[in-house]
């Protein structure tokens, strides 16, 4: 089975003043190694199969070291990484260790440029090879390149061929590699264009490393590369002569904050990790906006720049709904509401039968969605309440206020999660074995054949922890029936841009709509979305067409969840079992400015979206589906 991956999460530190400074203020010269490490550790759900980080160390002499990384693999490699780098400081003598002219001079890692990654691959292969930051050496500082991104272009494929048209010859086919030569060509373009300019003014020997270093312009390299990006991606980048930047792409598909003060400028991929870190509130942060560049120069000057037009945002709403940390005060805000916004169609699901139910959630992310649902559920109890009162017709007494007061919303920890890593980046077998393995119930937590049990969750994408853990371990409580809850509405499209899921096949949603065309004989709606699919191969991508589209078509959200629950019950479940979903309004309402929604409407931000989808559809076709 085609793994299901997510995400990526860059942190990106510039301390603007000496070492020294730092050793003085903070007792430490590794202020901004520390700073780093948190902004890592914070964003440890955005990567847990890999993380890096490069270092590079302003004004160092020729022969001297000036550009350091280091990567590891696995759940514990920022632990790793870090221990790495501090067994280059352990042995030292506390003086030496504080001496922040000692450090500067001959200590790795002691720079006044940082940035690090953590990394679920995509596209990208697996292996430490190709864990982020990528490194492109030279003997000119001002070419050597350290790349990192949290990203996912939908035409590799093109740049590649550019490249090579070019005559380029990388050696490896994997996407961030890709972009390092691709970016590091124009790189080398712009420090040659310089090196020609000096030379042409008389300039010699370091007078024109000098003249290079000084008027770099990034904004050239990243206009001149970015130009046939079509993804999702917040870039970034550290040159060997301390230049840096951020890009973000031009829909505002993935996400980018940064803050500035005197002493350092950092960027992230959420907001609330950098108030954590630098205890700066959340308006002192800002967005890097779509298609702009945040650059810092050698001597520390940031800008931001727009590379390349702004499109129309679509910024991407899984972010909201379960990549980011609960944490930052407007995704805690949307979570609850996209909560709160599901208490008329759960109602209806338990028959408004609020007093034999049990609501709950499973762990983790949809915690805060099941708190906006029971906000939800105490509104529309108070406002019973009162109707009661007020349909006694008399003023009540103790005993009729007390009871009716004693109404409760009965909410429980019912399912538990035993280890707190995210299952949803595990690869095929081993997820399922996980998923099945991971959650636990909470015995004597409602009245066996008496109570509904309500869970939420934030998405069901393949269905596997509904499947292989939820549904039969909550049956084993005895509710009379298990309402499943999704915060977010149903997945039915591949997404491509950092979400990276080739073949339609996964989705339980997509299955269910095949089920149902083939139950109700109509084939020949798969069989014409295919020819068309497949007539317009060849097509230039802005022309391509969602075809994919048809065949959820004929259905309702309704019939489709119905039909999900029938191939996601576990045989032998003894308790009636209903999904109810989050309509797409509802998202829309609940997170406004994010309405990046291709995995739910189809809806692409870009035409290399579609362009994938009308590939991973006809693999379906060609593979495995039997007419
Ligand atoms: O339908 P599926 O394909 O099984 O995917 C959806 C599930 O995966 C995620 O859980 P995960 O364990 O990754 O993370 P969490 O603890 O943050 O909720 C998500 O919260 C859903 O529970
Ligand atoms: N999740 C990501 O952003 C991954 C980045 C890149 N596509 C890779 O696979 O390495």
Redesign the pocket.
């Known amino acids: 089975m085609e793994q ?1 991956k997510h995400e990526c999460g860059v942190a990106m530190i510039r301390l603007l003043k000496p070492l020294e400074y730092y050793e003085k203020k903070y007792g430490t010269w590794m202020y901004g190694l520390n700073k780093l490490y948190l902004l890592m550790e914070k964003q440890h ?1 955005r990567g847990q199969e890999g993380a890096g980080l490069a270092c590079v160390k302003l004004e160092s002499s020729p022969g001297e070291e000036y550009m350091f990384r280091e990567r590891a693999m696995g759940s514990g490699a920022i632990t790793e990484i870090f221990e790495t780098v501090q067994a280059n400081f352990k042995d030292l003598p506390p003086e030496q260790l504080h001496d922040s002219e000692y450090a500067k001079r001959v200590l790795p890692f002691a720079g006044e440029v940082y940035m690090g990654h953590l990394r679920y691959s995509t596209t990208g292969k697996s292996g430490i090879s190709y864990v982020h930051p990528f490194l492109r050496r030279n003997n000119w500082r001002a070419k050597n390149l350290a790349l990192c991104g949290n990203f996912n272009m939908t035409n590799v494929d093109e740049i590649f061929a550019r490249i090579t048209a070019i005559g380029q010859h990388p050696r490896k086919y994997a996407d961030t590699y890709i972009m390092l030569e691709q970016v590091g060509h124009r790189l080398d373009r712009e420090v040659e264009r310089l090196f020609n300019q000096a030379e042409a003014d008389g300039l010699t020997g370091m007078e024109v490393t000098h003249y290079i270093e000084e008027h770099i312009e990034l904004a050239n390299v990243l206009r001149t590369s970015s130009r046939e990006w079509d993804g999702g991606y917040v870039i970034c980048g550290l040159t060997g002569s301390g230049e840096t930047f951020a890009i973000r792409d031009p829909w505002g598909i993935r996400s980018a904050f940064w803050y500035q003060d005197d002493e350092i400028a950092v960027l992230a991929s959420e907001r609330p990790v950098i108030q954590t870190a630098l205890n700066v509130p959340a308006e002192e942060i800002k967005e890097l906006l779509p298609g702009q560049a945040l650059l810092i120069s050698k001597e520390g000057k940031l800008r931001t720049s727009q590379i390349n037009k702004a499109q129309e945002k679509r910024a991407c709403s899984f972010e909201r709904i ?1 990549f980011s940390r609960g944490s930052d005060v407007d995704i805690y805000k949307e979570r609850k509401l996209l909560g709160e916004k599901l208490v008329p169609n759960i109602l209806k699901a338990i028959n408004d039968d609020i007093d034999h139910t049990v609501f709950s959630f ?5 915690e805060v969605a099941f708190y906006g649902m029971l906000q939800g559920f105490d509104d529309y109890l108070n406002e019973e309440k009162v109707q009661q009162i007020a349909g006694l017709g008399h003023s009540p007494n103790m005993e009729e206020l007390e009871t009716i007061l004693s109404r409760r919303i009965r909410s429980e920890k019912v399912a538990i ?1 035993d280890i ?7 690869e095929g077998n081993s ?1 399922n074995d ?2 099945a393995h ?1 959650y636990d119930v909470t015995y004597g937590s409602l009245v066996p054949g008496v109570d509904n049990l309500v869970v939420i ?12 853990s ?1 549904i039969g371990i909550l049956d084993r409580l005895g509710p009379k029936k298990i309402v499943i809850v999704s915060s977010s509405p149903q ?1 039915r499209y591949p997404d491509y841009y950092g979400i990276d899921m080739a073949r339609m096949s ?1 989705f ?1 949603a997509f299955k269910a709509a095949i089920e149902l065309l083939k139950e109700r004989e109509m084939r020949d709606i798969i069989a014409s979305a295919y020819r068309k699919s497949k007539d317009q191969v060849g097509l230039p991508k802005e022309q391509m067409v969602n075809y994919v589209k048809e065949i959820y078509a004929p259905f309702t959200d309704e019939e489709i969840s119905a039909k999900m629950v029938e191939l996601l019950t576990p045989q032998g479940t003894k308790a009636k079992v209903e999904i109810v979903y989050q309509p797409l309004q509802g998202l829309h309402e609940a997170c406004p400015k994010h309405m990046g929604d291709w995995y739910f409407s189809g809806d692409y931000p870009t035409p290399g979206g579609v362009k994938m989808l009308n590939k991973a559809f006809i693999n379906y076709i060609e593979q495995m589906y039997q007419f």
């Not at 499973?362 to 949809?366: E, R």
């Not at 969750?457 to 292989?468: E, H, N």
């Open positions: 299901l759900n379960y499973i762990p983790n992310t949809a999660k707190k890593l995210r299952t949803f980046i595990a997820r996980l998923a991971v969750d934030d998405s069901i994408v393949r269905g596997t922890t509904l499947r292989q939820i997945v996964e339980i």
